[in-house]
């Protein structure tokens, strides 16, 4: 089992970078030719048939000498058998050496590059890859042939083999920094993301106070030739006092002293007697500290003999004259000796076989040579044809790296990318199989990434978008992920080191400072194309909504778990942010919200505020990858309906950014942003621990950037592009500065533009001209003028003019003002609208008209203020100003009353329904009165006559009338006084309302096939159809339909088990029933 060295604690809360500048990787490619990719994992001779070649679609026709075989974009040296005549014939093949992937490359992602921790283990792949081609134009490589005599050679008696034994049960994090730099616990301190001292792959701690046993083996060892040697790394696992008692046989090596997480070389030299026969024990015992094993790297003589080998490797010793004679012992017709000291220019050596002996010398042996004997040549695993691309870095500026299962959902977000509604981007999507090949020599590991980033950004490339999972190093060799492919499988996109960090990526690229990124990353942390194209429809509609307030408004939730410090400080952190953009040119609002317990966890009903829409929702608290101790709930909760209106998430707490775990992918954020038609557009979260003071200034830079003049109309991606750069240059050697910088992950699309305003946009809405007080028999009244400002805030105040006007002629025409009906009001002078200011105006009837009015608003007549739009800054408000009613109404009032048990005056008792409506009002002083007329609409708009009551005619009376056809929902009244001569007038409007009390029942429960829904109303018809919706555990409507005469039967077998939920919906409200479906 692979072990993880870390703690997670449950409280919230380097080396610098070295700029990237190297070649792209690619520079060996001839994109005119065709390649074919060769997996190696082991060291040996392989050996390529016609018939694998004919398999894998590899041209035979072409002229084998201009066959050609990269590896890290070399060409080596190859045997192509039987090319002599200039065909590929069906008994030629192809033979070179290979080797695996012992891990080096890795060396160019730690800080420093000798800071290597393991260089013998990959912390991604086992396989090197080899690429074969044809050349158009030059003969190939090949491997020579080295015949020297061996006429006065005095035979070696030995070699010195060489043994590696490298670890990989454990992944350790490497070491934690404080504020100021000191080395901490784990839990203590910050884990910067890069790879530096002591991450990486060792063998499981050895605890203070115990022992372990490693075996060294020895094979064929000749004991008259020097005393073996042992270099041995290991690693301090913790901060403190280490040492080391370390014995091989009965003899003590060393005992070695060291201090926090070091990584300790020791080298020494042995004596024979440490082993017996056929190997040695070293035994580790942790006197103090826990310390753990990286590699043994035993040398020491060995004979020449090749009994029962398939390949072996020899390390020959020097010799002054520069000739060796080799005579290897056990010796078969199939040995073959290579020289592959210089394994992109292997030489085949060639040897004389007698009776068992074969005899090889070997040039140039002033220094020691490294051979290869072969024996048996091995088979490839598969040879597999993949496709170059000539990439122009400067015809591009947005970026999508996919894996291939979502190679068609990328693909359409390009398209999207590329039109006009998606910005006019001229976008490349290229699949990570591509990047390895073509920019890591095969090899599936950030350092690819880095590499077509840095070759994309020198070409004005601004946003990078990962489609597709990643999983953290420690992961990659757990479970079942024992092969590459399976890895690459669940490590689609890698992220950049540990913590997951997706900006180291693209930190010190294209000449930009340590930990500054050269672009903007973001990733859809995905495996399924439904939810690639789930999100781009999120936002496609994100992108298309008009300007609206909602963009310019903020949720800002603080939580914590204690009164004394943690609760007080964060609200206190989110009322900065609330001020930042309240004040800058955005001119934002921001709502609070803030823990009122000291619970772990506390939620908060927010539903209205998300539905009614969110530019961004920002927390700061605790946290982890699935939840916050201010709790909203996930996306999927049925509660949440905001399609179109999707805002920015953004947590400041610990690992709420994690998406890089193997067992978890929903997490809050992926939930938020991946679940269809609801949630965020992005979500912005670390995947590491949090400091407040570090997470509150990344946060106020943030906002700041966010709501300035200069990143309005930017996209989210370059605002943090700013932030971080900022931040980092302000403390760029702290290692919780650059940590935390670092952490900070996006999900979703860095170049989605938050607030694309680029002027202000002062607006009328509807409903913003109102009366707030104010007699209809006098036409005095005071009136509201709210003024919005969808855009920037503007530079100078904002002026309303209004003007008045009447349907009939006012009784004074001598009015100063007055012109046609129409008298100008004045104007009203605002502050600066940031974002809605509301001022109230006086108007007295000083035309002493009655009936119909209409106030006239338009802000900014003048055109003083440069605006996006004018279109909406002109509003009619219509107010009826009655003449005073003819009789006095001391009250209208109504009330749903049950006719169980009760009789009621005028109407028939065989006709009574359930519920009754029951409108009573009293008057006074109605001599002039004919009756009342009452008048019901369901809208409060179009009315209908459903009763009339004569005039009592009498100085105070009491009316009552009975609506016996309630229907489910609102019911609106009002009283039609009828004169006999005057027009006639109408009383103030009230309603009723009958809630739908439905009886829902399902059965069965838990539901197997189908499940049937029976209903009940109790007023009204159930022979009325309603619409009902099935939704998904997810949130996912899975079936919709009508429920008829009280019942309905849904089909279940086709739905996976879990919880669903059914709404019910009369056209007035919803009703919710659980239903559990359990095949």
Same mark, same amino acid.
């Given at each position: ?24 990787? @690619? ?173 990486? %792959? ?6 203070? $106070? ?9 094979? @064929? ?5 020097? &005393? ?6 290991? %690693? ?59 590699? *043994? ?21 020097? @010799? ?7 005579? *290897? ?21 060639? =040897? ?14 002033? !220094? ?45 977000? !390009? =398209? %999207? ?68 492919? &399976? ?26 400072? =340590? ?46 778990? /204690? ?35 000291? =619970? ?62 193997? /067992? ?20 912005? $979260? ?12 990344? !946060? ?68 913003? #001209? ?35 006007? +009447? ?58 203020? /440069? ?38 005056? $005028?109407? /028939? ?58 229907? +489910?929902?609102? !019911? ?52 009325? &159809? ?28 086709? #739905? ?24």
């Amino acid at each position: 089992m692979k072990k993880l060295y870390f703690l997670l604690p449950l409280l919230l809360l380097g080396w610098a970078r070295e700029s990237f500048s190297q070649q792209a990787g @690619n520079e060996w490619i001839n994109y005119q030719q065709s390649y074919f990719k060769i997996p190696v994992t082991q060291k040996g001779i392989y050996r390529i048939t016609y018939a694998e070649l004919q398999s894998a679609g590899f041209d035979l026709q072409a002229n084998p000498q201009q066959i050609q075989l990269f590896r890290r974009g070399v060409e080596q040296a190859i045997s192509v058998v039987g090319e002599g005549d200039g065909k590929f014939d069906g008994s030629d093949y192809i033979e070179f050496f290979g080797v695996g992937n012992d891990g080096s490359r890795d060396a160019e992602l730690y800080v420093p590059k000798e800071s290597h921790t393991n260089p013998y283990v990959s912390l991604f792949t086992d396989n090197s890859y080899y690429f074969l081609t044809v050349s158009q134009s030059t003969k190939g490589k090949r491997v020579a042939v080295s015949t020297l005599s061996s006429n006065g050679l005095t035979a070696e008696s030995y070699h010195l083999a060489e043994t590696v034994i490298a670890y990989n049960k454990a992944f350790h994090v490497g070491a934690s920094y404080d504020a100021v730099n000191n080395l901490q616990d784990y839990q203590q301190g910050i884990s910067v993301s890069e790879f530096g001292p002591g991450k990486g %792959y060792m063998d499981e701690r050895i605890y203070a $106070g115990s022992s372990r046993n490693y075996t060294l083996p020895l094979i @064929n060892a000749y004991r008259q030739g020097p &005393a073996p040697s042992l270099e041995t790394s290991f %690693y301090g696992v913790g901060r403190g006092a280490h040492s080391i008692d370390f014995t091989v046989g009965n003899s003590s090596v060393t005992n070695t002293a060291f201090s926090d997480l070091q990584t300790v070389k020791v080298n020494k030299s042995l004596d024979w007697s440490n082993f017996n026969t056929n190997e040695g024990t070293a035994t580790i015992t942790s006197k103090q500290g826990s310390n753990a094993v990286v590699y *043994f790297k035993l040398s020491y003589a060995q004979t020449l003999d090749l009994s029962g080998i398939s390949g072996k490797a020899i390390n020959t010793r020097t @010799n002054s004259s520069g000739t060796s004679l080799l005579r *290897f012992s056990n010796a078969t017709s199939n040995d073959q000796v290579y020289d592959i000291t210089d394994l992109n220019a292997v030489q085949k050596i060639t =040897a004389t076989l007698t009776n068992g002996t074969l005899d090889a010398v070997v040039g140039n042996a002033q !220094s020691t040579r490294n051979l290869w004997v072969s024996r048996t040549a091995g088979s490839v695993a598969r040879i597999e044809r993949v496709s170059f691309r000539s990439i122009n870095a400067s015809d591009y500026n947005y970026l999508i790296l996919t894996y291939k299962s979502l190679q068609q959902g990328a693909d359409a977000y !390009s =398209a %999207y990318r590329a039109s006009s509604q998606g910005g006019s981007y001229k976008p490349l999507v290229v699949d990570m199989d591509l990047i390895s090949n073509q920019f890591n020599y095969g090899e599936n590991s950030p350092l690819a990434i880095r590499r077509f980033a840095d070759y994309m950004a020198k070409g004005g490339s601004r946003h990078l978008f990962l489609i597709g999972r990643a999983i953290a190093p420690q992961y990659f060799r757990t479970g079942n992920l024992t092969t590459s492919e &399976a890895m690459n499988e669940v490590n689609q996109i890698p992220t950049g080191g540990w913590p997951g960090s997706d900006w180291l990526l693209v930190m010190g690229l294209n000449g930009k400072a =340590a930990n500054v990124p050269a672009l903007s990353v973001g990733r859809l942390n995905t495996i399924t194309s439904d939810e690639v194209y789930a999100y781009l429809n999120k936002v496609k509609e994100y992108e298309s909504q008009p300007a609206a307030l909602w963009r310019k408004r903020f949720l800002n939730l603080s939580g914590g778990r /204690d009164f004394n410090y943690e609760i007080p400080t964060f609200k206190n952190y989110a009322n900065g942010y609330s001020n930042i953009v309240k004040n800058a040119p955005l001119g934002g609002n921001a709502k609070i919200i803030s823990k009122q317990t000291t =619970a772990n966890v506390e939620f908060f009903d927010v539903s209205k505020d998300v539905n009614a829409g969110l530019s961004m929702i920002t927390f700061f608290g605790h946290s982890g990858p699935g939840y916050t101790d201010i709790d909203i709930g996930l996306a999927t909760n049925s509660n949440f309906n905001n399609k179109g209106k999707y805002p920015i998430m953004f947590v400041n707490g610990c690992e709420a950014g994690n998406i890089f775990s193997n /067992d978890n992918i929903q997490t809050v954020g992926t939930n938020w942003v991946n679940t269809a038609d609801r949630g965020a557009i992005v979500f912005l $979260g670390s995947s590491f621990l949090g400091w407040p003071s570090y997470l509150d200034r990344y !946060s106020s830079l943030l906002f700041q950037n966010l709501s300035s003049s200069t990143y309005l109309n930017k996209s989210f991606g370059d605002v943090l592009v700013a932030t971080t750069t900022r931040y980092v240059s302000d403390n760029p050697n702290n290692k919780m500065t650059i940590g935390h910088a670092q952490e900070f992950n996006l999900q979703g699309d860095p170049a989605i533009v938050p607030y694309p305003l680029t002027k202000p946009d002062l607006a009328f809405e509807a409903g913003n #001209l109102f009366v707030q007080s104010g007699s209809t028999s006098t036409g005095n009244f005071k009136l509201g003028v709210v003024v919005s400002n969808l855009g920037t805030v503007p530079g100078t105040n904002v002026k309303v003019s209004l003007k008045r006007t +009447v349907n009939t002629a006012a009784s004074n025409n001598t009015i100063a003002n007055v012109s046609n009906n129409t008298m100008d009001l004045g104007t009203l002078t605002f502050n600066p609208v940031r974002y809605r200011d509301t001022l109230y105006f006086d108007v007295t009837n000083t035309m002493n008209a009655v009936s119909n009015n209409q106030i006239d608003a338009v802000i900014d007549a003048e055109n003083a203020i /440069d605006e996006v739009t004018k279109s909406n800054n002109q509003l009619a408000f219509d107010y009826v100003i009655d003449a005073p009613l003819p009789v006095s109404i001391i009250y209208f009032k109504g009330q749903v009353e049950s006719s169980a048990g009760k009789s009621f005056t $005028g109407v /028939d008792a065989t006709s009574i329904p359930e519920n009754v409506g029951t409108l009573s009002w009293k008057v006074s002083d109605e001599k002039n009165i004919l009756g009342y007329g009452i008048e019901k609409s369901v809208d409060g708009k179009n009315w209908v006559s459903i009763g009339y009551t004569p005039s009592q005619h009498t100085s105070s009376a009491l009316y009552t009338f009975y609506d016996t056809k309630l229907r +489910v929902g609102n !019911s609106y009244y009002r009283l039609k006084i009828d004169e006999a001569s005057e027009p006639d007038h109408y009383s103030k409007i009230i309603a009723l309302r009958v809630a739908p009390t439905y009886g829902l029942i399902a059965y069965p429960s838990p539901a197997d096939a189908d499940v049937t829904i029976t209903i009940k109303e109790n007023a009204g018809s159930t022979a009325t &159809a309603v619409q009902a919706v099935l939704y998904s555990p997810m949130g996912q409507a899975v079936w919709k339909g009508e429920i008829r005469n009280g019942a309905v039967t849904i089909p279940t077998q086709s #739905l996976t088990n879990g919880l669903y939920h059914l709404h019910v919906n009369d056209g007035t409200a919803i009703q919710k029933q659980k239903i559990v479906v359990a095949h």
